[in-house]
């Protein structure tokens, strides 16, 4: 019988600085950047956070805490590579992973598809199976005010 685990990850970021904002390996153009140690990728640092916690591997901070210089202005999509890499090494596959990006301004839509292709190669699992959607908080929340942004993540993996 195959194990099926399941992993969860959350990271929200604030607004500040030069845009653009990546997000899910891809650059938006964005009149405000965020503040972050590495690139700020909400969206890959959820999902970073839901492939490790799937294995019951630590989180981002444990792996790669931004008190250590060497992860400054890191890219996050090879940051999940190194994450997937260590899942893979015990044994487990992913079979599916979904995004969710929280934000007012900025829209996803017309960045789907491409975020979906920049993740195919780290994850080592076809667009098919790699869901990224957006929402808004209506207003509400320092998202709704435009002061930052946020992603929530789900994986699935077996072994």
Same mark, same amino acid.
């Given at each position: ?12 970021? /604030? ?41 019951? &591997? ?9 008190s250590d210089p060497q992860w400054e202005n890191a890219d996050s999509v090879e940051l999940l590579r190194q994450a997937v890499r260590l899942v893979f090494d015990r044994g487990y596959d992913i079979i599916n992973v979904d995004v969710t990006i929280i934000a007012e301004s900025l829209r996803v ?6 975020? /979906? ?32 942004? &946020? ?7 077996? /072994?």
């Open positions: 019988m195959k194990e099926q685990r399941v992993g969860f990850g959350y990271d929200a970021h /604030r607004f500040g600085g030069d845009g653009p904002v990546t997000l899910c390996g891809v650059a938006i153009d964005h009149p405000v950047g965020v503040v972050a140690t590495s690139d700020g990728d909400v969206g890959t640092h959820a999902l970073i956070d839901a492939v490790l916690g799937s294995a019951a &591997a630590g989180d981002i901070g444990s792996h790669f805490p931004s839509a017309p960045h789907r598809d491409a975020m /979906r292709e920049a993740l195919t190669t780290a994850l080592r699992i076809p667009p098919a199976s790699i869901s990224v959607k957006a929402t808004t908080t209506d207003g509400l929340g320092f998202i709704g005010t435009d002061q930052g942004l &946020a992603a929530y993540a789900v994986v699935t993996i077996q /072994r």
